[in-house]
């Protein structure tokens, strides 16, 4: 039987033409979407979203070429554009009827987060990034050696083909390789949440390394053109993060403020896999943004 998230309702919603979203929905109140990150899907939110279900409705969808939502090909850049997934997530609450709502993101989903915030300030209400560089300043800050801890990114930002192939052959070992460097022990993922994060991935190897390629191309000429044109996010966000900064020489800090003028800055001590490590402190730090 597959993993769901407790008294939570799986849905299938349509948002583009070529692409349906798995969506775990459930709670009532104001709404709030929860966007998992990599290699992860939805279930990542599990503890999270059932704290904030008794005060919020919350969505927590499988993104665009991820667990169990459509993958399409990749067939040009914009294809899994963070700007084509934002306005997946937009067009996601509208259908089940929220045109306004809080957004939160972890890694990938952070990213998306982050595009829509820029894109649709008109619905986003609240944004929280978790543990995550907006893509350009990300490209920008790691260098020499130390870019070493992002080799993942540097190995899908190639073209089609390679990639693809060298994941597919190991992909179990690839993936969860990160599972386990990534988490500061075994008890953050329990074995049958791990299982189906491998099996969810070993699924969607193109499209998931689409997802970074475009990190590595539209995504960054989109930050781009939003420093240049002096876009920025004008609702509260909240940004926890690690202490990488240390270790990689940026001030993350700093450079969320760059993007956020109303920014709650916040760094965490447990791992990468922040809301599945430390689930009631990232519930607190949600509610906390969700009240400003």
């Known amino acids: 039987m597959p993993i769901t998230l407790p008294g939570f309702d799986l849905q299938r919603v349509r948002v583009a033409q070529d692409v349906s979203l798995n969506v775990a929905v459930g709670g009532s109140g104001t709404p709030v979407v929860l966007l998992h990150g990599f290699p992860q899907t939805h279930l990542m939110w599990r503890a999270v979203a059932a704290e904030l279900a008794a005060e919020h409705t919350v969505v927590c969808p499988d993104l665009r070429g991820y667990g169990d939502s459509d993958k399409p090909v990749e067939d040009g850049p914009d294809t899994y554009s963070k700007r084509t997934m934002a306005q997946d997530v937009v067009t996601l609450a509208r259908k089940l009827g929220h045109d306004r709502f809080a957004l939160a993101g972890h ?148 450079l969320w403020s760059a993007w956020a003028p109303d920014l709650r800055h916040l760094t965490v001590s447990c791992g990468h896999f922040m809301a599945e490590e430390a689930p009631a402190d990232i519930a607190l730090a949600l509610r906390e943004l969700l009240a400003r």
Not at 121 to 141: F, K, Q, R, Y
Not at 223 to 230: N, V
């Open 107 to 254: 890694d990938r989903g952070a990213l998306v987060a982050f595009r829509a915030g820029l894109d649709h300030p008109e619905s986003v209400t609240h944004l929280g990034c978790l543990d995550v560089l907006p893509t350009l300043d990300m490209w920008e800050a790691l260098h020499g050696v130390t870019a070493a801890v992002g080799f993942h990114l540097y190995l899908m930002a190639q073209p089609p083909g390679l990639p693809e192939k060298m994941i597919r052959a190991s992909a179990d070992e690839f993936f969860g390789h990160f599972l386990d460097l990534w988490a500061t022990g075994p008890q953050a993922i329990p074995a049958d949440v791990r299982d189906a994060y491998l099996a969810a991935c070993r699924n969607a190897v193109p499209s998931i390394v689409a997802d970074y390629r475009a990190s590595a191309g539209i995504d960054v000429e989109h930050d781009r053109a939003d420093r240049a044109a002096g876009r920025r996010l004008t609702m509260p966000v909240t940004v926890l993060q690690q202490d990488w900064g240390a270790a990689l020489g940026y001030d993350a800090a700093a």
